[in-house]
């Protein structure tokens, strides 16, 4: 399996670059809510910042748990991702995650969840304040 | 093809609880951006001269700008536009954090709301549709819990909330607009405004998006300026490690620091209340706005003693000013409690600081008693009674709560007893932090602010009592305030925030690659003239003139008295010529209205039938 991205999330500051160049990426537009990376807020108690993502997990529940095999193997990087396409949005995916990783898209019409951007995460060249990294190839 | 607007205006009838939606208007667009600029043009249009803020009559907006909600850094930000129940003036107050993204996302440029609904009503907003919906389960209550509330109400969990405490709903003239518990368009009463229609908020949540031509190409070059223009960039170096409250040590020695209602430019007690103080006993993590890469913000909160368990983003150095040191409070901790309140209760630090400093002057030279202050002992300095005066601000409990809740000003007129003399504003509006005894440039820009005293409209003291400059020469300090002036009206109608150390030739560059309009410096320029001339005949039709471009008579006639503003004071014929010389910049006449010529000259040629003062 590759690695996942990680964050020092104690760093992180919220200022949503991160979901704010996912959305560019993957959609072509700005919406953070049509990002693959989620940030939230919570303030004022207990007063710190979740980042939500898919960490690539060995076991892969969402992989199991897909009725329509939406979710398929990226064998350059050794990751699942979510086939649009062949995605009917049962949500399944997103009820099995035990990690908060994949959520629908705001259409409702299937779910999303980090890809990686292929190779070249671009939430990591872009967070100001170093909290994403990615070591993989 | 304009991009990066979502072209659509909310109207909000509240006498008839009605919404539609509306074309942005991209003609006034093309010449007045967003933000700041076009609120003003549709403020000017829609807004009867000598309306009562406070009636229904009054006009409230809320406008994004064309670069919020992109990867533009810093460009988080929304504006609240009305007129002011504080100054009487034109009023654009602004605020970071997540609300103006969320608004663009919700599929509209502005909201603007006229009239008075029978019942507390809130304003729902979600991709491109809206609502009014009862408030009767948030009226009365807190930002806190009402934010809580509204996104529970609306199923949204990240809808995001931009509303009035108790402050606003009971018409404080000093009550502002909270968004994300912590970040305020404080200034001038917005929140008086919302609650004098019976509006507690604005709920947006929207997937709509902004979209840009040529992303890919966009995206590169906003990680470029990110990493250059923003991290890279050594005017941002004390934002990034300190924020704000770097500047109350460069006050203490400058001795600028308003101290015991502006009685000294030094506060023994700085030590206390200063950056290393907020990092070393409070200090949380760092916050930022959206798409900020800066990071100012400090989330704070109190580790034990009276106030444990306080929390608020910040304070930024007017609240450490005007509600520490010139309360003499010498504990950051007890400021963190007062933020906490003010952000709550939705009042302004800056105006509550003031406040309440001047009530504990009076309290101190004996004008008020116990028995206004409902038996708090309002010393200087005394933090369990300054600590509860933002609830009775915000409620109007006992006489000096239910004062100080009108500003500074009305509560000194209405107290008599040569109190006025004590209150240190203009037209109203509470001074920020910088004492003008020693940067005398200051008081040029507190006179000359379109919405009463602001130190956000020109900062000269960044030239002289900081910088290198004499802060007592008249030189330069009318140019550095007009050029200054002309640079915010157009930064913030895109709309930038004041803290990203952006050029003209970026700004231009940015607002080119959003909306594809013509921008270069020089017509970013004509459009920051245009926009402060029509701000300024805005003003002058409401009655204003250079009779009200004035500067509190202490600080002629009273020196500070001690550090390098020993002795020193504004010298009235000082601020007379710089004055003067202002006008003269500006093209407007020896009363400060703009000429005829002047107003042609900035394209404003179609308002002059609407301005009596030229026919």
Redesign the interface.
């Known amino acids: 399996m590759s690695k996942p991205l990680k964050a020092q999330v104690e760093n992180c500051t919220g200022c949503q670059l991160c979901a704010l160049i996912c959305s560019a990426t993957h959609v072509g537009k700005f919406e953070p809510k049509q990002s693959r990376i989620g940030v939230e807020d919570l303030f004022p108690e207990p007063g710190e910042f979740k980042l939500n993502f898919c960490i690539h997990c060995e076991e892969h529940p969402c992989v199991e748990s897909c009725p329509a095999e939406a979710i398929k193997l990226n064998e350059k990087l050794g990751i699942y991702y979510v086939d649009k396409e062949a995605c009917t949005g049962c949500g399944a995916c997103v009820d099995a995650c035990p990690y908060n990783g994949c959520w629908m898209d705001p259409s409702g019409s299937y779910s999303i969840k980090c890809d990686l951007c292929g190779g070249k995460p671009q939430c990591v060249e872009v967070c100001p304040k170093k909290v994403l990294s990615w070591d993989g190839e | 093809m304009v991009t990066g607007y979502t072209g659509k205006i909310l109207r909000v009838d509240l006498t008839n609880e009605k919404t539609s939606t509306e074309p942005t208007n991209m003609d006034w667009a093309k010449k007045f951006i967003g933000g700041k600029g076009l609120g003003a043009k549709y403020l000017f249009e829609e807004l009867k001269p000598g309306v009562d803020p406070l009636s229904p009559d009054n006009v409230l907006m809320i406008w994004t700008g064309p670069l919020v909600?992109?990867?533009v850094p810093l460009t988080s930000r929304y504006v609240v536009i009305t007129k002011s129940p504080l100054s009487g003036t034109f009023l654009d107050t602004y605020a970071g954090g997540?609300f103006g993204p969320e608004l663009k996302?919700a599929g509209f440029d502005a909201v603007i709301v006229k009239g008075k609904a029978k019942r507390p009503v809130y304003i729902y907003a979600n991709d491109g549709n809206a609502e009014l919906r009862d408030a009767k389960n948030v009226w009365g209550k807190d930002m806190?819990k009402t934010e809580e509330i509204l996104r529970k109400e609306v199923g949204q969990k990240?809808a995001r909330v931009a509303g009035i405490g108790q402050a606003g709903e009971k018409l404080s003239r000093i009550a502002g607009v909270t968004s994300?518990?912590?970040r305020n368009a404080g200034r001038g009463g917005a929140g008086a405004v919302f609650g004098s229609k019976n509006l507690k908020a604005v709920v947006a949540s929207g997937?709509?998006?902004?979209?840009?031509p040529k992303?890919d190409e966009?995206?590169e070059m906003a990680?470029q300026m990110?990493?250059k223009d923003?991290?890279g960039n050594p005017d941002h170096e004390g934002l990034i490690t300190d924020g704000t409250p770097i500047i109350v040590k460069m006050s203490q020695d400058a001795a600028i620091l308003p101290t015991n209602n502006w009685h000294s430019g030094q506060f023994d007690g700085h030590e206390g209340i200063d950056s290393a103080a907020l990092k070393e006993r409070v200090y949380?993590?760092?916050?930022?706005?959206?798409?900020?890469?800066?990071?100012c913000g400090s989330?704070a909160?109190v580790r034990d003693g009276m106030f444990k368990g306080s929390?608020t983003e910040g304070p930024e150095y007017e609240t450490l000013g005007l509600a520490g040191s010139n309360c003499g409070i010498r504990n950051i901790e007890a400021i963190v409690k007062f933020a906490e309140e003010c952000d709550r209760l939705c009042l302004d630090t800056i105006s509550a600081g003031a406040a309440v400093g001047f009530a504990m002057d009076i309290y101190e030279k004996g004008i008020i008693t116990k028995e206004d202050t409902g038996g708090l002992d309002l010393k200087f300095g005394n933090e369990e009674a300054y600590a509860k005066m933002p609830e009775l601000i915000a409620e109007r409990k006992t006489r000096i709560g239910d004062l100080l809740a009108e500003g500074t000003l009305i509560a000194a007129r209405k107290i008599g007893k040569d109190t006025e003399k004590l209150v240190i504003h203009s037209k109203g509006s509470e001074y920020p932090a910088y004492d003008p005894r020693g940067s005398i440039g200051m008081a040029l820009a507190y006179a000359t602010s379109d919405r009463g005293a602001d130190h956000n409209r020109a900062w000269p003291v960044a030239g002289d009592a900081y910088g290198d400059g004499d802060p007592w020469s008249t030189e330069g300090k009318a140019a550095t305030c007009h050029d200054e002036q002309t640079l915010k009206s157009y930064k913030w109608s895109m709309i930038f925030c004041d803290f990203y150390g952006v050029s003209a030739a970026n700004q231009a560059m940015f607002l080119n690659a959003v909306t594809g309009m013509p921008a270069d410096e020089h017509w970013l320029k004509e459009v920051g003239e245009r926009v402060w001339n029509l701000v300024r005949a805005f003003n002058v039709r409401e009655g204003f003139s250079r009779k009200d471009d004035t500067m509190p008579e202490r600080m002629a006639t009273e020196p500070l008295p001690s550090g390098k503003t020993q002795g020193k004071t504004v010298r009235p014929e000082d601020f007379e010529k710089m004055l003067d010389e202002y006008y003269q910049l500006w093209g407007w006449d020896d009363q400060g209205r703009p000429t005829k010529a002047t107003l042609e000259k900035s394209g404003l040629g179609d308002i002059i039938p609407n301005l009596p003062y030229l026919k």
């Not at chain 2, 997937?207 to 840009?212: A, C, D, R, T």
């Not at chain 2, 949380?284 to 990071?295: M, P, T």
């Open positions: 909600g992109t990867m997540y996302y806190v990240f994300d518990i912590t997937s709509l998006g902004v979209e840009v992303i966009f995206v990680k990110l990493w923003v991290v949380v993590r760092k916050k930022a706005c959206f798409s900020c890469g800066i990071a989330f909160r929390v």
